[in-house]
T-cell receptor, first 113, second 110 residues
Framework: DQQVKQNSPSLSVQEGRISILNCDYT??????FLWYKKYPAEGPTFLIS?????DKNEDGRFTVFLNKSAKHLSLHIVPSQPGDSAVYFC????????????FGTGTKLQVIP | KAGVTQTPRYLIKTRGQQVTLSCSPI?????VSWYQQTPGQGLQFLFE???????NKGNFPGRFSGRQFSNSRSEMNVSTLELGDSALYLC?????????FGAGTRLSVL
């Protein structure tokens, strides 16, 4: 049972344009959401997070949007840069779940110069 | 601060053998989690340890086990290896809800 889903395995975007990565979840108990970025031969690195009490969180070029009613979140990267090319994982956890974090299957983003 | 360190980086084993992977968390982090990454499956949660106690466990068979030492270092053991156990095994230590990952151990089972 995949509780966190990233339905697009890959995405290609031109440099300078917006990249939008999507994520859906099924467990309504999730109340904390994160995005991680992973380069080949490295472990995932934390990018940005959002609590369920918010619907938007921004950090530089990265913005995460949360739509609780639709159980959907998205990561916007503006403007996209070639160095953003990586696999992006969406993740979710809930209070009381300690550190059990459920990850999606990932979306491979390619930013074309 | 030094990051999360996993050893070894690469490992080749044959079916039926057992393997032990090691993880040293970031200094001060008491929670250590283990994940298996395979193509198309994302990161599958194995288990999480906190202060030497297993707090959470994923849906993996009993062949997968782990432990945590008093210095927070953790080991993961897989017994009776199967071909399907070939994967990248990632360890993460946690602070304030954010996980910090090591580079992983690439296990190949032949």
């Amino acid at each position: 049972d995949q509780q966190v889903k990233q339905n697009s395995p890959s995405l290609s975007v031109q440099e300078g344009r917006i990249s939008i990565l999507n994520c859906d979840y099924t467990n309504s108990m999730f109340d904390y959401f994160l995005w991680y970025k992973k380069y080949p031969a490295e472990g995932p690195t934390f990018l940005i997070s959002i609590s369920s009490i918010k619907d938007k969180n921004e950090d530089g070029r990265f913005t995460v949007f949360l739509n609780k009613s639709a159980k959907h979140l998205s990561l916007h990267i503006v403007p996209s840069q070639p160095g953003d090319s990586a696999v992006y994982f969406c993740a979710a956890s809930f209070s009381g779940g300690y550190q059990k974090v459920t990850f999606g299957t990932g979306t491979k983003l390619q930013v074309i110069p | 601060k030094a990051g999360v360190t996993q050893t070894p980086r690469y490992l080749i084993k044959t079916r039926g053998q057992q393997v032990t992977l090691s993880c040293s968390p970031i200094s001060g982090h008491r929670s250590v989690s283990w994940y298996q990454q395979t193509p198309g499956q994302g990161l599958q949660f194995l288990f999480e340890y906190f202060s030497e106690t297993q707090r959470n466990k994923g849906n993996f068979p009993g062949r997968f086990s782990g432990r945590q030492f008093s210095n927070s270092r953790s080991e993961m053991n897989v017994s009776t290896l199967e071909l399907g156990d070939s994967a990248l095994y990632l360890c993460a230590s946690s602070s304030l809800g954010i996980q910090y990952f090591g580079a992983g151990t690439r296990l190949s089972v032949l």
